[in-house]
């Protein structure tokens, strides 16, 4: 996938105890496409006319966090710690990234971007690792927003784990 972002105005929207809780805040965007290319020949094609350097590639493994009832994904709020490697192992330490998204933006119908509130942080494998073990929130890891906050108001303080298979890009 690719992404761009830029500064921009999102509404954010959670709910506690009942009570309907919007806010108007700037956040960063994600646009994000998704290609099917066809061949190897094509990815590299594709790469070149991007101007990429290094076509090596990385390997993830993306972990999702929520609550026992799902009141994340319900809202269209993600939460994932993923691993990253570089197959060509020049960097032989693995790193690690909290990323918080909000819900999908309004876009046209059979559109194949997805703009959505994004926020990441790099974390160490200590944080990595105590989050997967439940002994600290990946929330944790993220500043204070707008988007963390409303997170916070969705979970309304139940335990966010990593309950999931962890999925493979």
Not at 65 to 84: C, I, Q, V, W
Not at 90 to 117: C, D, E, F, L, M
Not at 121 to 131: G, I, M, P, Q, Y
Not at 145 to 154: C, G
Request: net charge positive; proline share 4%.
């Amino acid at each position: 996938s690719t992404a761009a972002r830029e500064g921009n105005r999102s509404l954010i929207s959670a709910s506690m105890g009942g009570e309907q809780i919007n806010r108007t805040i700037a956040v960063a965007m994600e646009a994000e496409i998704r290609l099917l290319l066809p061949s190897r020949a094509a990815i590299d094609a594709l790469c070149t006319a991007a101007g990429v350097k290094n076509k090596s590639g990385v390997h993830q493994l993306n972990e999702f966090f929520d609550t026992k009832d799902d009141a994340f994904s319900n809202a269209n709020y993600h939460l994932r710690l993923r691993t990253e490697r570089d197959l060509d192992a020049r960097r032989s330490a693995p790193r690690y990234i909290v990323t918080v998204k909000g819900p999908k933006q309004a876009q046209s119908a059979g559109s194949s971007i997805n703009i959505r509130p994004e926020e990441e942080v790099v974390v160490s494998a200590a944080v990595a690792t105590a989050c997967r073990h439940g002994i600290e929130s990946p929330l944790d890891s993220l500043p204070g927003s707008d988007l963390t906050r409303a997170m916070r108001l969705l979970a309304a303080g139940r335990l966010i784990s990593c309950e999931n298979k962890p999925s493979f890009e």
